[in-house]
């Protein structure tokens, strides 16, 4: 089976390099013309609370369905099979936390970012500080998968095999994504996203139908067929556990509790997710959010479903060692698969869907990033800048000038960052975003939501305390040292066995929360402070 990893694709660059530059041509032009249209902070962090129910839907769709989705899925179920397709299951049940604790309440109860809603019945300054620290934590973790994807995607399209090459992608995908952000805000963001969404959609059915074409429609002879390909040959895997689980994280009891560690912070990872949280507050009303919730998960059920087709099918279709040798993580899959069941090696066709579905993955690469780099940016900016060091006498204008620098700066740490991490698998990295979120956003948002005795130093304990312990188990896991595909292969300094660390700092942050609250002075014992916010966010009454 031929596949880019043997053929060489000069003759076809002029096409590629034309279908990318042709789309973020259009997305550009789209961010100048929401640019324009950006008034005031209002517009530049919500969109103006202009967007129906279903054309939100497809923008968080778009900002959901990231390069881990389309790229890191695709590859860990092609090389692992069953263990693989765990990361689709965790990331669609994770709606269902997000649908039924928090997309209501929290467009109801804050303005523009999570800080607003912890704000509002605890001391302002030192929460809004942490917030804001934990939402550009979060955001640079989860920049960091999709810098990954970016440079492995182009890299393989161009067939560019020095790091020089790869490094320099990073910096022009970093440079787009903050183009996006500082021209065009929410509205331009929100635009690019939707236009991904739909993209995203059209070609994985498209892939979906080619694949499924190939078994006469029978998924049961497309799972045996790929079965048996990863099986063979030097490097094979078993069969049965391809198909049945255990290949990554039935090897021993680490990977077991690796596992559960990593479904724990997909389920509940999604519901803190800082460029998720802020897409409830573009529509105008708390109906609205609910409603663009069902259609995102509809969207992305059925975009997961498709999973088994792009994974399974780049197992049946592509030598497992084709794909290893392509990407060690297995992040080009996908645009491999294109390749083949669009004809293949000196096919037209091949080509042809290579250079739509890579254009289409570069498209989520960048609709992601900008999602990302705007949630960052837009909470140094309101949180830390406008409330805390301007104490809240900062102009719209003033918010905004500081929003588009902060995008600059965190850009370039996500630039820095993504140029050591190239050989992780970009599914793995976002899990770890998921973490972080999930140990620091998530028990902050339910205690003030759902807690009266919760209070300052309970938020301030929870969001310190769980970000801590995520991001120092994360340093000194196999992610970063101790490991081929680690970050820093050469050295070792890891001492904690697990590749996710959620089943110890996820508990963590509601442990600290909790304990935080008890252990200080209870600011609202009246409750009136809570009272008028469980109002609000069951109602609605007084929203923005």
């Not at 255990?246 to 021993?252: D, E, P, R, S, V």
């Not at 904690?496 to 089943?503: A, E, H, Q």
Request: proline residues 2%; glycine residues 12%.
């Amino acid at each position: 089976m031929n596949t880019l990893a043997a053929v060489d694709t000069t003759e076809h660059r002029p096409l590629i390099i034309s279908l990318f530059a042709l789309f973020v041509a259009i997305t550009l032009a789209i961010t100048v013309w929401a640019g324009r249209r950006t008034k005031d902070a209002t517009d530049f962090y919500a969109g103006g609370r202009s967007f129906t129910g279903f054309q939100n839907g497809l923008a968080i769709s778009g900002d959901y369905m990231s390069a881990a989705s389309f790229l890191g899925i695709a590859g860990a179920i092609a090389l692992f099979g069953y263990d693989g397709f765990l990361y689709s299951i965790g990331f669609l049940v994770a709606w269902l936390v997000a649908l039924l604790l928090v997309a209501e309440p929290l467009r109801n109860s804050g303005r523009f970012t999570m800080g607003d809603v912890l704000a509002y019945r605890m001391r302002q300054r030192p929460v809004r500080t942490a917030a804001g620290v934990s939402t550009i934590v979060v955001s640079i973790f989860y920049l960091l998968a999709q810098m990954v994807g970016a440079g492995a995607l182009v890299a393989l399209l161009l067939g560019i095999t020095g790091d020089a090459g790869k490094n320099l992608i990073v910096v022009l995908v970093g440079v787009i994504m903050i183009l996006y952000v500082t021209i065009g805000g929410m509205k331009g963001t929100t635009w690019v996203q939707i236009v991904k969404a739909v993209l995203l959609i059209s070609g994985t059915i498209l892939i979906t139908f080619l694949v499924l074409n190939k078994f006469n429609f029978n998924i049961s002879d497309l799972l045996g067929a790929a079965a048996d390909n990863a099986s063979e040959g030097e490097g094979g895997v078993d069969a049965g556990q391809f198909l049945s689980g255990g290949l990554q994280y039935g090897l021993n009891t680490t990977t077991k509790i690796d596992f559960i560690s990593l479904g724990i912070a997909l389920v509940l990872g999604t519901a803190g997710l800082p460029h998720i949280l802020i897409r409830f507050y573009t529509v105008p009303t708390a109906k609205t959010a609910r409603k663009s919730v069902l259609w995102a998960i509809g969207i992305i059920g059925g975009f997961y479903l498709m999973t088994i087709a792009l994974g399974f099918g780049a197992a049946a279709l592509i030598e497992r060692t084709d794909i290893i040798a392509s990407n060690k993580a297995g992040n080009t899959a996908a645009p491999l698969l294109a390749f083949e069941v669009g004809g293949g090696e000196d096919s037209a066709g091949g080509a042809i869907l290579l250079a739509v579905i890579s254009a289409v993955a570069f498209a989520t690469i960048l609709a992601v990033v900008a999602g990302l780099t705007l949630a960052s940016s837009s909470s140094f900016a309101h949180d830390i800048y406008a409330n805390v060091i301007r104490k809240g006498q900062a102009t719209e204008r003033e918010e905004v000038g500081a929003a588009r620098i902060s995008a600059i700066c965190i850009g370039g740490v996500a630039i820095l960052l993504g140029v050591f991490a190239g050989n992780l698998n970009v599914a793995g990295l976002v899990a770890l975003a998921f973490a972080v979120a999930a140990s620091a956003n998530l028990p902050t948002i339910l205690y003030s939501l759902f807690w009266k005795r919760f209070n300052t130093t309970g938020a301030l304990w929870s969001i310190y305390g769980g970000l801590t312990t995520a991001v120092v188990l994360v340093l000194f896991s196999k992610v970063v040292s101790g490991d081929p595909a680690a970050m820093f292969p050469d050295v070792d300094f890891h001492w904690f066995p697990l590749k996710n660390p959620g089943i110890i700092s996820i508990p963590a942050g509601f442990l600290f929360g909790f304990l935080g609250s008890i252990l200080s002075k209870h600011e609202d014992e009246d409750g009136t402070k809570y009272a008028e916010l469980e109002v609000r966010s069951l109602t609605g009454a007084g929203a923005h």
